[in-house]
């Protein structure tokens, strides 16, 4: 590992999220690091910002934007000490986690078939006695509840965990890059070592004039692999992710986590890989790029397995559907949408074939019973019809039908208060005196039965807004007027951020709203949001991001705010719960206003689309369907040969 430690004097740059905040990784991270940071934070006056990331074995510990001497450091802890137990947790992650599996497919095979597929985490079993069917050219979203084990899943199979024949190459993506020198262009064709390691044999054959075959062999990979073209594909991939060219050409180390993640993807969508696994790969992205990124992943031709949340993201570019469930994997044919329709139509003969059973079985036994010892021709008719239960039953009967446990998410009432709720009065802002300006002159208010959904690229105020709104930012010119009784709740990618992760969610929850007397009142309040039995007692540490992201809509809802700001409060959940959080929207009583790059949950719930950009706020007139369709047209624009490519699938 190494330790990346942010001093003091970089933090103003990370309050306008240039750098990443380390809380995202604190749930997977020792004990001992919080207390060091406590450490530093009295000794250098100021917060720190530690962060994890994969190192070659022997490279140093890092310290950016700030020398500080050894001795300095060791006065808190001895760094390689710390590294080691870094290291050592890791693997104990790793060592955690059990896979079993034989693989059915031929070695040399492009396909992958393994049956007898097991998985375990810390003695849980995610999966047994399944099998994994990939197959070449098809592109898999893999579907379930939250903390059911698809991240999981997806990680045995990029580490190899699961018998994969050599000859297919896997890339999952898993984290942002790390800040660096480097300039998003040279990260992204850095990676390609291939075709770099092709290049290089290829100039030395053709100075030792040798081996012609061998060249020719390797001039035609060349061409399939567009290396001539390289540079231009991946500023084409950097450009649709939402990179100018200005922006491909700074430094990583001036960029967010989130841009730095969408490096990562230009990677993985440049190098071309035959199994490409991609883990919520829209959650960083405009509504821009996750139109871009559909229609180019539409074009993969080898083995995609994606996990995402956003039903219209899988809709556009899933052949089929992996549905993790009851510790199996069960596959559909087509998109999301199709899945659906078919495993309803399944269930429903399902539980047909079910009840007819259950009556014949009721039938043969009440035969038995009264006839089985009666006359000599009753009898036998019951002997007979043992013999068919017991065959029946030998083979193997139809299973009830397990339905997920629904869920439904719950906003209090919030009473009424007389409009205008919000007013926003020729409001500028700009985050610093010589800084671009963001917004100019803005003038709308909101009230109680305000629901809009901002939408812009990325850079275009949509966050900023919402924190001007709640008074987080001051405008800079103009005047911000609130109701003197108005309360706001604010839900933002970084909420998970003041969780006490030693505490479990009931702890938490009636640590925060101490009025509340009895723990089983407190667990029915939790209980509306999912989380259930051990879930509501366990570390807050122990659940999945998805669960983590329920107890801060629990702790969110029970503010009992006016109006709700919420900011991507999507990412994390599974499907199932974002479908309870917009019914729980909609018979909210107060106002709302939505930034999601979810397209179907803005429709669901907004009924206004305002579109920020250009330092002002303009009405979208249409929905957000029309809206995406607007995107799709200038990706034609921008980008024909995506198009083309498109076309050809």
Not at 95 to 102: I, L, P, Q
Not at 208 to 224: H, I, S
Not at 267 to 276: D, E, K, N, Q
């Amino acid at each position: 590992m190494v330790l990346i430690v942010i001093l003091p004097g970089v933090l103003d740059a990370d309050n306008q999220g240039v750098i990443p905040h380390w809380r995202n990784l604190k749930s997977g991270l020792p004990a001992k690091i919080p207390s060091a940071i406590g450490c530093f934070k009295g000794r250098m006056m100021g917060r720190l910002v530690v962060r994890l990331w994969h190192r070659r074995p022997g490279e140093a510990v890092a310290v950016p934007f700030l020398e500080v001497s050894k001795a300095r450091l060791d006065r808190v802890w001895k760094v390689d000490a710390l590294t080691k137990e870094l290291e050592d947790f890791e693997l104990k992650k790793a060592a955690a986690r059990a896979v079993t599996g034989v693989l059915a497919s031929h070695p040399n095979s492009t396909d992958v078939h393994i049956i007898n597929l097991s998985l375990t985490f810390h003695g849980q079993e995610l999966l047994s006695d399944t099998k994994l069917e990939l197959n070449s050219g098809r592109r898999y979203g893999l579907i379930g509840l939250n903390g059911i084990g698809k991240s999981m899943l997806l990680s045995a199979i990029g580490k190899r965990e699961v018998p994969i024949p050599e000859h297919i190459d896997i890339y999952h993506l898993t984290r942002e890059m790390p800040p660096s020198d480097k300039t998003p262009l040279q990260c992204v064709m850095e990676v390609d070592t291939e075709r770099a390691m092709l290049e290089r044999e290829a100039e030395r054959l053709a100075h030792e004039d040798a081996e012609c075959e061998k060249l020719l062999e390797l001039y035609e990979r060349l061409e399939e692999l567009d290396a001539d073209k390289a540079e231009a594909r991946a500023s084409r991939i950097l450009h649709g992710l939402g990179f100018t060219p200005s922006m491909q050409r700074k430094k990583l180390k001036d960029f967010s986590g989130g841009w730095r993640m969408r490096v990562a993807l230009a990677r993985a969508l440049f190098i071309r890989p035959f199994m490409l696994l991609l883990d919520e790969p829209t959650n960083h992205l405009d509504l821009d790029a996750c139109v871009w990124l559909e229609e180019e992943l539409k074009t993969f031709k080898r083995i995609l397995v994606l996990i995402s949340h956003s039903q219209d993201f899988l809709n556009g570019v899933c052949t089929n559907i992996i549905h993790m469930h009851n510790r199996k994997l069960k596959y559909y044919t087509g998109n999301y949408d199709q899945y659906v329709k078919t495993r309803l139509e399944l269930e429903e003969n399902q539980m047909k074939r079910f009840h007819w059973e259950q009556d014949q079985i009721a039938h043969m036994k009440n035969y038995i019973a009264r006839f089985g010892h009666g006359s000599a021709k009753l009898a036998r008719q019951a002997q007979s019809k043992e013999k068919t239960l017991q065959k029946m039953m030998a083979s193997g009967l139809t299973e009830r039908v397990v339905n997920d446990k629904t869920l439904s998410f719950y906003f209090p009432s919030c009473g009424k208060i007389p409009p205008p709720v919000i007013m926003v009065q020729n409001v500028s802002f700009r985050y610093t005196k010589d800084g671009p300006w963001i917004y100019n002159n803005l003038e709308f208010g909101i009230d109680l039965d305000t629901r809009v959904a901002l939408v812009g690229p990325n850079g275009a105020g949509k966050s900023t807004l919402l924190k001007l709104l709640t008074g987080e930012l001051l405008p800079t010119d103009g005047m911000i007027r609130k109701h003197s009784h108005v309360k706001i709740g604010r839900y933002h990618q970084h909420l998970q951020e003041q969780l006490d992760l030693d505490l479990s969610p009931l702890e938490y929850m009636l640590k925060c709203y101490p009025e509340i007397k009895e723990k089983e009142e407190m667990r029915k309040i939790i209980g509306r949001y999912g989380l259930t039995g051990k879930q509501q007692v366990s570390p807050i540490r122990n659940l999945s991001d998805g669960q983590k992201c329920r107890v801060c809509f629990a702790w969110l809802a029970w503010q009992n705010p006016h109006m709700l700001f919420l900011d991507e409060p999507t990412n994390h959940l599974d499907i199932e719960t974002i479908d309870a959080l917009a019914d729980a929207i909609n018979e909210f009583e107060g106002g709302m206003m939505l930034v999601s790059h979810d397209f179907r949950l803005i429709q669901q719930v907004a009924q206004e689309i305002w579109v920020c950009e250009k330092q002002t706020i303009t009405k979208w007139q249409g929905d957000i369907l029309a809206y995406k369709e607007h995107l799709k047209s200038k990706l034609v624009d921008e980008d024909p040969q995506l198009t083309k490519r498109t076309h050809n699938v």
